[in-house]
């Protein structure tokens, strides 16, 4: 039964709430659905504020979270995937922050579509109330409190903060807003267009498109009332973000770039006042941009523009799963193409070799490496290290940026090169958007039609749903193991034998870094 019709507990009845585009049966103990998503926020940032705390690079965090919400939309696909892998992919429905999962309707049941629909759509602005109560607080705490206690948060952290949060609920949001404008016709066709949730509001159940179907004598339907917000959603978030944050580092730009300079070197802009502007965009924007090298700052929009389309094509083809997942195919394969020549990302193990291709444009006498070269020397005369890293740079790197010294770089990289494998997102990256594609191609075989009343292709579904069981696993304990290597600081020695390419990890430091990419490890899923 629908949804809507059958949604209301009654005696030795549950209740059914919508998820997927599934109905699904309440839990016995629906509050708890909603306790362990909110514990999963909570821990997820507790654990995000720790690792800044201890200045470990937070940039493959972001790189998990985006392939997790990518196999979400999976899931909410209309694709017959063999039941383990449904579930399977079902707990990655939490990563899109997506308030289905805690089955609201079987807590309260007079929580209607339209109210859900707001609440999802205003999750930035309520984030953005909290942000300023939060700052607010801080600031008449500050006054009260002695100078050692004082609390940090200023409101440069704010808009850092608020830009994470929307990065992160942009897909949830634009689907939301996706879901009441995608409209089709019933099977057979009754000359009406319908949509794909469901409301008691509606009649029988079931909303139409543009008509006023409401059993509850509104002036307007529920679809015609969230029309017109759905679509200032779709400008204003689904558009207006990416074209933010392109305009956030176009006017940034320079300041960014050394930033991500500065990062290299391990130099604190607060220790010296040449880089108070600096300083400045780094509180503010940092959020946007230090997962990447100086040349590539750009890349966050193009991340963006990638969740954008990766939800447009799942409402727009929904009706036709296999063209739908050959649409993402198509997506995926273009980010990973560009990932592959780019490189953007900038982890720790590669900041050294951004400070080399540095004094190499110094020694080209590029007008704005000469630029920041004169913020960077200041720095070194200051001694503005944060970490006794930086320090060790200098005396590898020098004030007088002498590339006559990359030998003693390339000595001490040539002993730590294999533990560097585990270091490298751009190589996270590439593994987990072959998944991602691999899974796809896998929901297109699934679509195919080969399967439908042949019993005896049993064996060959069977065998496809192991092999993309196993990419998911794959990928997982890959993440799992990047996560540890890089909070730990250790690799075990048999992984580092098993992944390391000798051929390939000697040619490392002799590449000729033409238009400045390099390529650091071995890409596994190129094996």
């Known amino acids: 039964p629908r949804c809507g019709l059958c949604r209301l507990a009654s005696d030795g009845y549950k209740g059914y709430f919508r998820l997927n585009d599934e109905c699904q049966e309440c839990p016995d103990d629906p509050w708890l659905l909603l306790i362990l998503m909110a514990s999963a926020i909570v821990v997820f940032c507790v654990v995000g504020w720790w690792m800044q705390d201890k200045k470990i690079n937070v940039a493959f965090l972001s790189i998990g979270v985006d392939y997790f919400q990518v196999l979400a939309v999976f899931k909410s696909a209309r694709v017959e995937w063999p039941r383990f892998l449904k579930d399977l992919l079902i707990l990655f429905t939490f ?9 609201p309707e079987c807590i309260i049941p007079e929580f209607t579509y339209e109210v859900k629909w707001i609440v999802s759509i205003l999750l930035p602005v309520i984030a953005a109330v909290l942000l300023v109560l939060l700052y607010v607080f ?9 100078e050692r206690h004082k609390t940090k948060f200023t409101s440069n952290a704010l808009i850092s903060t608020l830009l994470l949060i929307i990065y992160y609920v942009y897909l949830m949001i634009t689907k939301r807003a996706l879901e009441v404008l995608n409209c089709h016709p019933a099977v057979p066709d009754d000359g009406h267009m319908y949509t794909d949730f469901t409301a008691l509001e509606c009649e029988a159940s079931v909303c139409r498109c543009g008509e006023n179907d409401s ?10 009332r969230l029309k017109p917000w759905a679509i200032a959603v779709l400008i204003v978030c689904t558009l207006g973000f990416p074209v933010s944050l392109l305009l956030i ?3 940034n730009l320079r300041n960014i770039q050394i930033d991500q300079l500065l990062r290299a ?11 108070r502007t600096v300083q400045e965009t780094r509180e503010r924007f940092h959020k946007v941009y230090y997962y990447f090298k100086p040349g590539k700052v750009f890349w966050i929009v193009s991340i963006v523009a990638r969740k954008g389309a990766i939800a447009i094509i799942g409402f727009a083809f929904l009706d036709n799963p296999a063209f739908q997942f050959s ?4 997506v995926l394969f273009v980010s990973y193409v560009g990932a592959v020549k780019h490189h953007p990302y900038m982890s720790t193990a590669e900041r050294r070799f951004e400070v080399l291709k540095h004094t190499r444009r110094v020694d080209d006498e590029d007008e704005f490496h000469v630029y920041a070269d004169g913020l ?3 720095a070194l005369a200051k001694d503005a290290y944060k970490t006794s890293a930086g320090r060790s740079r200098r005396s590898k790197v020098g004030n007088s940026f002498d590339l006559g010294r990359k030998s003693s770089m390339t000595a001490e990289t040539n002993k730590n090169k294999k533990r560097m494998y585990f270091f490298d997102y751009n190589t996270v990256e590439r593994v987990l958007l072959a998944s991602a594609i691999l899974i796809a191609l896998a929901g297109i075989m ?4 080969r399967f439908d009343g042949r019993k005896d292709l049993e064996g060959q579904k069977d065998f496809i749903a192991v092999v993309v069981i196993l990419v998911v696993v794959f990928s997982l304990v890959y993440y799992m193991i990047v996560f540890i290597a890089e909070v730990s600081a250790f690799t075990p020695l048999w992984l580092i034998k098993l992944f390391s390419d000798k051929s390939k990890l000697n040619h490392f430091m002799e590449n000729d870094m033409e238009n400045g990419e390099m390529e650091m490890v071995v890409n596994p899923s190129m094996l």
């Open 265 to 275: 070197y391990d130099i604190d802009p607060t220790l010296t006042g040449s880089l």
């Open 327 to 330: 649409m993402t195919v198509l």
């Open 376 to 378: 960077i020397k200041g």
């Open 249 to 251: 580092i176009k006017l």
């Open 138 to 146: 801080s600031k008449l705490l500050n006054l009260v409190v002695i």
């Open 215 to 224: 059993v509850l004598g509104a002036a307007l339907g529920l679809q015609q």
């Open 95 to 103: 990563f899109n922050f997506d308030i289905d999962v805690t089955a």
């Open 446 to 449: 699934f679509e195919s039609g």
